[in-house]
């Protein structure tokens, strides 16, 4: 079945570290990929998405790239803020209403 | 700001009573609600799908009577945790499909944490 892998967390950098957080997935068809990200005490909000082969998406300093080739669709920025301090949840869905989760990256940024 | 709300955000209960919690759409209409589980340090559980003016889809292994579901406006679901139990204590989300976007591309709520003592 469609499946989403992500990097184990916590990840702890410190302020204007440059941040990768790894995505690969595996799915039948072309499903669409989606960055999601949950702030502490809040629900999860549309980050990024790409929908087709190397597209780009990018918000907020934040992009992901979909590579069909390698099935990834990592997460980087190049200088975190503490604000950014959440926790990083990769996701696809191939067109239907069921949209499947990676289990999630806690990302910690010290000053 | 928030375009899919929670209520209540926290809640207490004792074990063996029934907690409902709501999550309504504001400025747009959902047929579809999707409510989730997570549990600490997890990813979220999608429990079921919220159909509007029909029965909700629950995925396996989720107690239909247990998680009672109900759609009854094209801006409210509510989920209905009957005879709570201790394990049931968890972080429940709801989200909501934009009417016009790419599918996968949810809306959600802020989430209600439940303990049962």
């Known amino acids: 079945g469609d499946s989403v892998t992500q990097m184990e967390g916590p990840v702890t950098l410190s302020e204007e570290a440059f941040l990768t957080i790894n995505c690969t997935y595996t799915a039948t068809g072309y499903p669409s990929l989606f960055w999601y990200v949950q702030y502490p005490g809040e629900g999860l909000q549309l980050l990024l998405k790409?929908?087709?082969?190397?597209d780009k998406g990018s918000n907020k300093g934040f992009e992901a790239t979909y590579r069909k080739e390698t099935t990834s669709f990592h997460l980087e920025k190049g200088s975190v803020q503490v604000s950014d301090s959440a926790v990083y949840f990769c996701a696809l869905n191939t067109g239907g209403f069921k949209t499947i989760f990676g289990a999630g990256t806690r990302l910690f940024v010290k000053a | 700001g928030a375009v899919v709300s929670q209520h209540p955000s926290r809640v207490i209960c004792k074990s063996g009573t029934s907690v409902k919690i709501e999550c309504r759409s504001l400025d747009f209409q959902a047929t579809t609600m999707f409510w989730y589980r997570q549990f600490p340090k997890q990813s979220l559980m999608l429990m079921a799908t919220s159909n509007e003016g029909s029965k909700a889809t629950y995925e396996q292994g989720v107690e239909k009577d247990k998680f009672l579901i109900n759609h009854a406006s094209l801006t409210l679901s509510t989920l209905t945790v009957t005879s709570a139990h201790p394990e049931d204590s968890s972080f429940y989300i709801c989200s909501a499909p934009p009417r016009t976007g790419t599918a996968g591309e949810l809306f959600f709520g802020e989430g209600s944490r439940l303990t049962v003592l």
């Open positions: 790409a929908t087709k082969a190397d």
